[in-house]
């Protein structure tokens, strides 16, 4: 467990090891540590806050200070709470037995979106499951074509409909076509913009209300901290989603925004993009991120 942390939390955690008992202040040292440690992660400050309110009250009830191993507990206290608050897992698409599945896929532009869209593709491919990607983006004119590319790449039918203005019928097209072609699994390319607004919003709202799809996902950037928190805020109180899919973490970032949207939405996350190739998601393994989070 240890291993994993940095150098100043290792040596941290070490010197209350050596301490053999702890007094609560050399506790609070430590978890003020762990704390900052958070907050480099980018995880948002309330979230940090609350937190460090449980972790405390947890260690103090546990009675770290009279463990044998004081050092040793308290950083198990935090790693499980951490892996606790990031889970549960769940990386299932809970597809329908029968019928067609509909995913809907939101998020900002440039989170990773129409990308995700090709990577569920081919993990859907990869299970012999057929899928069917519909291009819901009218907004911004090359998100057709870009979505068309990935069909071909990856050798998966794509829906669009040129110069049509409304989404909503488009999805419904594309669904029905699915149905006609035996596909299992629809996956909706809606429009993104670089900044949540009204326009957006009812739009996604709207194809929410009308299309129904099963399972609605949310694609974050996880480059960009707190930016992703507050779009993540904005999107589960317009929509009502079922998972979120956390992109770029194959960069340095330390990926602490997961803890914030996870906070903000309180759906499971469900995988995580690690490059910009289209076998680049992984199920998300709570254990992992922690890790990454406290170093
Ligand atoms: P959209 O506007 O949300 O549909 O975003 P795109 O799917 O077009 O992706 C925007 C950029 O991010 C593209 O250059 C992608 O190749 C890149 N991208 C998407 N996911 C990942 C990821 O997990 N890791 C990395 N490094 N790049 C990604």
Redesign the pocket.
């Given at each position: 467990m240890f291993e994993s942390l940095s150098d100043g939390l290792q040596s941290a955690f070490k010197s209350l090891r050596g301490k053999g008992k702890l007094t609560e202040a050399n506790m609070r040292d430590g978890l003020k540590l762990v704390e900052q440690s958070m907050l480099e992660a980018d995880v948002s400050y309330s979230v940090v806050q609350s937190f460090m309110e449980h972790v405390t009250e947890k260690a103090v009830g546990r009675r770290v200070l009279m463990s044998l191993r004081p050092g040793e507990e308290l950083v198990k206290i935090v790693y499980d709470e951490l892996v606790d608050i990031l889970g549960p897992v769940d990386s299932s698409l809970h597809l329908k037995a029968d019928g067609v599945t509909v995913i809907m896929m939101c998020?900002?532009?440039?989170?990773?979106?129409?990308?995700?869209?090709?990577?569920l593709s081919q993990l859907l491919k990869e299970q012999n499951i057929k899928p069917l990607l519909v291009a819901a983006?009218l907004q911004?004119p090359a998100?057709i074509e870009?979505l068309r590319v990935i069909g071909r790449q990856l050798d998966v039918p794509v829906y669009a409909e040129e110069g049509a203005n409304d989404p909503v019928k488009v999805c419904q097209a594309g669904v029905k076509q699915a149905q006609q072609q035996g596909a299992r699994v629809v996956i909706l390319?809606t429009a993104?913009r670089l900044a949540i607004d009204k326009e957006l919003m009812d739009q996604l709202a709207r194809i929410d209300k009308r299309v129904k799809p099963d399972q609605v996902y949310l694609?974050v950037?996880?480059m960009t901290g707190q930016d992703a928190v507050n779009s993540a805020g904005a999107f589960n109180e317009a929509l009502e989603l079922d998972g979120v899919v956390m992109?770029?973490?194959?960069?340095d970032a330390r990926g602490g925004a997961l803890l914030s949207v996870k906070h903000v939405t309180g759906v499971p996350i469900k995988f995580?993009?690690?490059?910009?190739h289209f076998d680049?998601?992984e199920p998300f393994r709570p254990e992992g991120m922690t890790g990454r989070i406290l170093q």
């Open positions: 998020g900002l532009q440039g989170s990773g979106k129409t990308t995700t869209c090709g990577k983006d911004r998100a870009q390319d993104g694609v950037d996880g992109t770029k973490l194959d960069g995580i993009g690690t490059g910009e680049a998601l």
